[in-house]
């Protein structure tokens, strides 16, 4: 509470500002990819240095990955499904809907299981993190931590990084898992295929390469939603509407960013095949 | 720890633990496939024409696939050198004669290679061996032969339907026909033409048929592809269908050949026949047959037409044709 | 409620500031600190918001870095500490917070819990429970063991704060507006716990205030903060002995003249 505001006493001292705008917007450019690239380090300087935070890590997975196992199957289903019937027509005018099954695993193993993971999470994921830890900084919780001899950056940071890192790519298994059940569900019903026999038909066309690199994209995936979660609420300013700029930060950014790498991880990928 | 955090832990490494193992079942999936990481072996040949072939198409044997395109590239003057990996497991049954030529494994016009012949007494294929490469049977030069027959077959029907008209008219008898000379050579030619036209029939039938054969390969996409549908058996009938019309046609043109030495043959002969009613009722029921065999020659030929493999290629110029053929057999 | 007897240890000085200067891009905030605080006082600092006073418990405790100057505290340059020295000493020290800064995602018991759990390893559960119930105690709040902080008023808030801070006996407390936004009555609580702590735990403190009543019940010296330096400090009669418009005006509004 201000009690002071309403006396005539000399000013306080004022805020100078300095330089042009576009000087200072880029400066704050540069500084903040310096911040980010200072905390990408920071992660890793600190996340692989005793003691570790085992049980908070343990607990973040529950938050991050259990308890989004519901919303991200029934996506992955949803998206198998649907996939599936909308492809049919156009297969089915060259009558070939026996290569449904095929074109339906390269789809989903390929593209769809890890970049629809990676968008829902970073909305449902990276955006709790980002309003986490944002009003964590906001009330000063996380100075909180600090002074009561706890490295926030260890407890708060490195463990919800880890726990994205770990368990999207595990979600991602799932989603990939569930929408290929959804695609089966439809070729079912309609030519009968027996699940033997579609999975053969998934398999076929896939090769490590595939395999691979979805497991990369995931978990580069998940390491980014994390990071940059982290780095939005983490470094948020200070009232309540840093909170929303941070979740809302967290997404956008999270999103952008998965999309950026996904060219770039194909496009490697496609080296390799 | 208390109890919550424990159900947590379980929790936690109960979901972890089965991604994992979704995961790693898939990886055994995948490698029981053995399509990776096995050794393979490079192999070239040499082609006039690849018809679009790209790295990364697959190489068959067999109606199996064998192995991936690695490399095209230009060699002489317009040849083109094609390089492909085959899986070492299966170099052990492609023997150094065995020829390749280019297919097209579906619908879509996937090209691949296919690798076929080769004698078990021949040395198996070592790495770096070229393989002789067939003359290209692409379905484009099958497109090209059907149409070109196609627009024979039509002019052919027309004059058969001009001449078997006129012996209706005519008084029905052979004398009449056969007075007017210009009407025998006419017959004459015609009956070249059909001659060609038979056997132009009889190789395309032989053509699809290998074609439709090379796509039921047991195993291949393709295969899975047209069991599943009605459209590989639709192929076949019209492979035979055609078979059947050369086979008809031939017949009925070597009868109609005999007749016309018979006219060719000099003087008196003519006379003979033309006062023979039994030689001028031959006449006129093979003129008859001719005309039926050539126009089940054009149903086939326009079911062919409506097959969806041909439909790409007869899409621009098949309204005009099918309306002349309707025409044709609308009498 | 009159202050209690204090026992001050003017020899022993527990911090010590020198020359310390603080600015955010161009804005100087602190511009020149010497201050010391003795062994058992309760210092009380003064000042217009955002003249930069929990800017300074802050540097104190090492959340912000000087730009200048030397800050010892306990003996120890806070400058020249490595990560873990830093940590050590911090647990030394008790921050409660301005808003108090309870985790908003555990029960006051964990939040209790908390310093004790992650700073003494090996504890026992029965030792955290007796040392959780007892601060508890402390601060009269036994009742919200099992509470969210959200479910707590704001004067609850706040002791509950000073209790996750008390649970480490802490050899110097700092109080960043203990007493703001509460009733008059919560206030007097906050007060009496304030120097019940520093008799009870013999802590030096640092109590951060606008509240003249809380400055006079709690402080055995005020220090007042002008244009980023102390300039007037003494008893809490020397201090409001004066006409200047700068700090006559902080005595009128809190005793209406
Ligand atoms: N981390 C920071 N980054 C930038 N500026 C800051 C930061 N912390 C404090 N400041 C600025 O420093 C000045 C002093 O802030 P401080 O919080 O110390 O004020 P205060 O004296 O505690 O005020 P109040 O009585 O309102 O709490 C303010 O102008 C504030 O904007
Ligand atoms: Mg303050």
Redo the contacts with the bound molecule.
């Keep these: 509470m201000?009690t002071t505001d309403s006396t005539p006493i000399p000013e306080a001292p004022v805020r100078r500002k300095r330089g042009s705008k576009l000087k200072k917007s880029i400066n704050d450019f540069f500084f903040s990819m310096y911040q980010i690239n200072q905390f990408i380090l920071k992660f890793f300087r600190e996340a692989f240095v005793p003691p570790y935070e085992f049980k908070e890590i343990v607990r973040q997975c529950y938050e991050v990955g259990v308890r989004s196992f519901t919303l991200i199957s029934l996506t992955g289903f949803i998206v198998g499904l649907i996939f599936t019937k909308q492809s049919r027509p156009s297969l089915l005018q060259f009558g070939a809907t026996s290569w449904l099954p095929s074109l339906v695993s390269i789809a989903i193993m390929r593209a769809l299981a890890p970049l629809v993971t990676a968008l829902i999470a970073a909305g449902k994921v990276g955006s709790s993190i980002g309003a986490e830890l944002g009003s964590m900084r906001v009330t000063e919780q996380i100075d909180a931590m600090e002074v009561s001899g706890t490295n926030p950056f260890k407890f708060l940071v490195t463990t919800r990084v880890l726990a994205t890192t770990l368990t999207i790519p595990i979600l991602a298994t799932y989603t990939g898992f569930i929408a290929l059940f959804g695609g089966y569900l439809n070729v079912a019903v309609n030519e009968g295929t027996s699940w033997r026999t579609f999975i053969e038909q998934v398999f076929e066309p896939l090769t490590f390469v595939d395999f691979t690199a979805s497991l990369i994209k995931s978990i580069v995936f998940g390491f980014t939603i994390g990071i940059v979660g982290c780095y939005q609420g983490y470094n948020s300013n200070k009232g309540t509407e840093g909170v929303g700029k941070a979740a809302n930060g967290a997404v956008v950014t999270a999103m952008f960013l998965v999309f950026i790498e996904e060219i770039v991880i194909v496009q490697i990928s496609s080296w390799f095949r | 720890m208390d109890a919550k955090e424990n159900r947590r832990a379980i929790i936690v490494g109960l979901f972890l633990a089965l991604g994992l193992a979704i995961f790693i079942i898939g990886v055994f999936t995948l490698g029981g496939q053995s399509k990776s990481f096995a050794k393979s072996i490079h192999i070239s040949a040499v082609f006039d024409d690849v018809a679009g072939l790209k790295p990364g198409n697959n190489v068959w044997f067999s109606g199996v696939k064998v192995g991936t395109i690695k490399e095209i590239r230009f060699v002489g003057t317009s040849e083109v050198r094609v390089r492909m990996s085959i899986d070492e497991n299966s170099q052990q049954y492609i023997h150094r004669n065995a020829g390749v030529h280019i297919g097209s494994d579906g619908l879509i016009g996937n090209k691949i290679i296919v690798i076929d012949g080769g004698s078990p007494g021949a040395p198996i294929v070592q790495d770096g061996d070229q393989l002789q490469a067939a003359k290209l049977l692409s379905t484009d030069d099958m497109m090209k032969t059907l149409q070109q027959n196609n627009e024979n077959l039509l002019s052919i029907t027309s004059d058969f339907k001009l001449l078997s008209h006129k012996i209706l008219q005519g008084k029905g008898t052979v004398g009449t026909l056969m007075a007017d000379s210009t009407m025998a050579v006419q017959l004459k030619a015609s009956m070249r033409n059909l001659q060609i036209a038979t056997a132009s029939a009889a190789l395309m039938a032989k053509q699809l048929n290998t074609f439709s054969n090379t796509m039921n390969t047991k195993g291949g996409l393709a295969d899975k592809l047209f069991t599943d549908t009605t459209t590989f058996n639709r192929l076949k009938a019209a492979a035979n269908q055609f078979q059947a019309a050369a086979t008809n046609a031939n017949a009925i043109t070597e009868n109609l050949k005999t007749t016309t030495d018979k006219l060719n043959s000099k003087d008196n002969a003519v006379g003979v026949l033309l006062n023979d009613p039994k030689s001028a009722e031959q006449v006129r029921s093979s003129i008859a047959n001719l005309q039926q065999a050539t126009i089940k020659l054009n149903d086939d030929l326009e079911a062919a037409q409506h097959n969806f493999l041909l439909k790409g290629f007869f899409k621009d110029r098949a309204k005009a044709k099918a309306d002349s053929i309707k025409k044709a057999q609308g009498k | 409620m009159e202050k209690g007897k204090a026992n001050i240890d003017y020899n022993n000085a527990v911090i010590r500031i020198h020359g310390l200067e603080k600015a955010?891009d161009d804005?100087e905030?602190l511009r020149g600190i010497d201050l010391e605080l003795f062994q058992g006082e309760n210092l009380v600092v003064l000042?217009r918001?955002?003249?930069?006073?929990?800017?300074l418990i802050k540097i104190i405790s090492g959340l912000l870095s000087p730009d200048k100057g030397k800050v010892e505290v306990l003996g120890e340059d806070i400058s020249k500490l490595n990560d873990r020295e830093l940590q050590a000493l911090r647990i030394r020290i008790g921050f409660s917070f301005?808003n108090s800064a309870l985790y908003d995602s555990m029960t006051v018991r964990k939040n209790l819990e908390f310093p004790l759990v992650r700073n003494r390893k090996g504890i026992t559960r029965k030792e955290i429970d007796t040392n959780v119930e007892s601060v508890l105690e402390a601060v009269g709040l036994s009742q919200t063991i099992n509470q969210m902080p959200s479910e707590l008023s704001g004067g609850q808030r706040k002791r509950i704060g000073i209790a996750r801070t008390l649970i480490l006996n802490p050899e110097i407390m700092l109080y960043d507006?203990p007493t703001a936004g509460l009733d008059p009555i919560t206030c007097i609580e906050i007060n009496d716990l304030i120097n019940e702590v520093q008799q009870r735990y013999n802590t030096s403190s640092i109590i951060?205030t606008?509240d003249l009543t809380c400055a006079k019940s709690t402080g055995d010296r005020i220090a007042m903060l002008l244009e980023g330096q102390f300039q007037r400090e003494g008893t809490f009669d020397q201090v409001f002995d004066t006409n200047d418009s700068r700090v006559k005006p902080f005595f009128d509004y809190n005793f209406i003249k």
């Excluded at chain 3, 918001?49 to 800017?55: E, L, P, Q």
């Design positions: 201000d | 955010f804005y905030v000042g918001s955002g003249t930069g006073k929990s800017v301005q507006e951060i606008h």
